[in-house]
């Protein structure tokens, strides 16, 4: 009988274990040499708040051999970064380390010439592995940006489809996981992958939902916008979360592969004009590099923090694409913060994905400089790890699912547009904040009760309570008109 229980307990273990939320944490390993506050050692991890660690990156030459890149930061020689990096799984049991092959400076050519030779490509796969098993990772991420683009072939969709089923047969003899980070706009991911194959091969599916607005465009934008903006048309209503992920799933890609890739840093702007700084307007230089990631048209979230606790920046909350942007003197940046984030964390929650991915986490206020350690870290791991909401909504946001007293009710006639179809509850089309029921009246038509929420609160058509603006998708609302 006991043996019986155990078993049950340790299948019941699993299954938690393979319903629970992903939150998977890439690592940049040249963070070792930035300046100031921006040097982010391995030792500053929190690895508690991850489930899976990504060490970013080792490359491969054309001959298929593994490329160290920087060995000075990865060998027992120099920073040790290998082994100290899968020590963290001492300090958080169930943690998953990974190693990373490729990124974007490596390009593609030298992929798409390796995996388009069989041989070559058997090579490759046995490297990988042996690579992996010797430096004592649980797994492999592969990031090849991106088949057939950069200097690839055609060929490339079905060649990458080939290498991971190669790789899947190795790994799974070994006990090893493989993942993958993909591109997430339709116009780049559609030119890259036979998603139904390279979903079938892969444990997690690493979709970069992100730098879908940057300083290569003529007019700002945001680095990574949840749903498009009335404002955008043609294939600008593609460059979105919600259009990337619905893109990936109904091209056959398993919702509980999908992790939602999420950005640590915003995409910037120097505005033509500083008097025309709404989304749209005309910017055509990158942003000033900050003082750690040092790169034109970018900021990282901890040098942006950083920088508005020194000289304020003028910060709005865009309510179409549920995502903030700020603007000082001739500066601009559309990011992400711990309000957005955790809208996205609930997203993950509603669609039934498989987690959520940063990249990278030394760009988070790694050191608290700004208040608490990691706050965008944080904020996805009380919605997506804890099931606590930010803010709850016990404390302020109160339940009106039934008409309570918590909500106000108004005229009937105040929204005589408005007429009832179908029994329950509905968000009225003109006003987020009035939300009505439906009662069949037993004659086949409908009695309409009005409802409006408490100031400030909007009815969320998904929980069926009023629930604060920023965790409410209302489209029909003025652009712009949150401000901090």
Partial sequence: MRAIVCALAALLVCANAANEKK??????????????????????IDPTLCTHLIYTFIGINENAQINL???????????????????????SPGL??????????????????????????KTLVNNLANFVKEWNFDGLDFDWEYPNQRGGVPSDKKNYVMLLKELRERFDKEGLLLSAAVAGAKKSSSLSYIMPEVSQYLDIINVMAYDLHGSWEANTGINSPLYPGSWEVGDDRQLNVNACINYWISSGAPREKIVLGIPAYGRTFTLDDS?????????????????????????????????????????HFNKEQRVPYAVK?????????????????????????????????????FKGICGDKYPLLRALNKVLRKGVALPSTTSKASSSTSGSSTATTVSSSTQNSVSCNDAGYERDPFNCSVYYYCQPDGNGGFIRHNYKCPDNLYYDEDLRICNWPYLVHCAIDNIDDFEN
């Fill in 275 to 315: 008097g025309n700084n709404k989304i749209g307007a005309p910017a055509r230089q990158g942003g000033n590099a900050g003082p750690y990631s040092q790169q034109t048209g970018h900021l990282n979230y901890n040098e942006f923090c950083e920088s508005n606790m020194k000289e304020k920046w003028k910060i």
């Fill in 96 to 121: 998953k380390t990974l190693i990373a092959v490729g990124g974007w400076n490596e390009g593609s050519m030298k992929y798409s010439k390796v995996v388009g030779n069989p041989a070559l490509r």
């Fill in 329 to 365: 003197g001739n500066q601009w940046i559309g990011y992400d913060d711990d309000r957005s984030i955790t809208e996205k964390a609930e997203y993950v929650n509603k669609l039934g994905l498989g987690g959520a991915m940063i990249w990278s986490i030394e760009a988070d206020d």
């Fill in 23 to 44: 939150i998977v944490c890439y690592y940049s390993s040249w963070a070792v040499y930035r300046p100031g506050n921006g040097k982010a050692d391995i030792a500053e």
């Fill in 69 to 91: 890149l920087d060995a000075w930061a990865h060998l027992p020689s120099g920073k040790n970064g290998f082994n100290l990096f899968n020590q963290l799984r001492q300090r």
